[in-house]
């Protein structure tokens, strides 16, 4: 049996405009940016904020077609996932399906930051969008 979730890695926020939150986190919750990136292959452009051991991850829509402009269409701007840190993601993703747990992700993709990702659906979570991601090198 593989090792469980070990933290909360980051907590997924969506919204419309980094550029026109940055100031709340950074300003207002005195917030280390930690630095910021586009992930294509996910629509996505990422701000990573320092938060203890944790970080908040702000993820701004690369089109009116990516997956978080669809969320925000839906649902508005706001808490748009839970990341779980772990190790050995496959091994991890094998033995949740064999628990009946349906994923978005059957393979890990790539993430943000080097790390490997895959999502639960929120079906299997009672609504709650889970992210699994593991880095090369943990924290």
Same mark, same amino acid.
């Given at each position: 049996?593989?090792? @469980?979730?070990?933290?909360? &890695? #980051?907590?997924?926020?969506?919204?419309?405009?980094?550029?026109?939150? +940055?100031?709340?986190?950074?300003?207002? +919750?005195? +917030? $280390?940016?930690?630095?910021?990136?586009?992930?294509?292959?996910?629509?996505?452009?990422?701000?990573? !904020?320092?938060?203890?051991?944790?970080?908040?991850? !702000?993820?701004?829509?690369?089109?009116?077609?990516?997956?978080?402009?669809?969320?925000?269409?839906?649902?508005?701007?706001?808490? #748009?996932?839970?990341?779980?840190?772990? $190790?050995?993601?496959?091994?991890?993703? =094998?033995?949740? @399906?064999?628990?009946?747990?349906?994923?978005?992700?059957?393979?890990?993709?790539?993430?943000?930051?080097?790390?490997?990702?895959?999502?639960? #659906?929120?079906?299997? =979570?009672?609504?709650? +969008?889970?992210?699994?991601?593991?880095? &090369? &090198?943990? $924290?």
């Amino acid at each position: 049996m593989t090792e @469980k979730a070990r933290r909360i &890695d #980051h907590i997924g926020i969506a919204v419309t405009s980094i550029k026109e939150v +940055l100031p709340f986190y950074v300003g207002s +919750l005195k +917030l $280390q940016l930690l630095g910021m990136e586009e992930v294509p292959s996910q629509g996505v452009k990422i701000a990573f !904020l320092k938060l203890g051991e944790s970080k908040i991850e !702000l993820l701004e829509p690369l089109s009116a077609e990516s997956p978080i402009a669809k969320f925000i269409k839906k649902r508005g701007e706001g808490i #748009h996932h839970i990341a779980l840190g772990v $190790q050995n993601i496959e091994e991890r993703i =094998a033995e949740i @399906k064999e628990n009946g747990v349906e994923m978005i992700n059957e393979k890990p993709v790539p993430g943000a930051n080097g790390m490997k990702v895959a999502f639960l #659906h929120p079906r299997s =979570a009672r609504g709650v +969008l889970y992210e699994y991601c593991e880095k &090369d &090198d943990p $924290q």
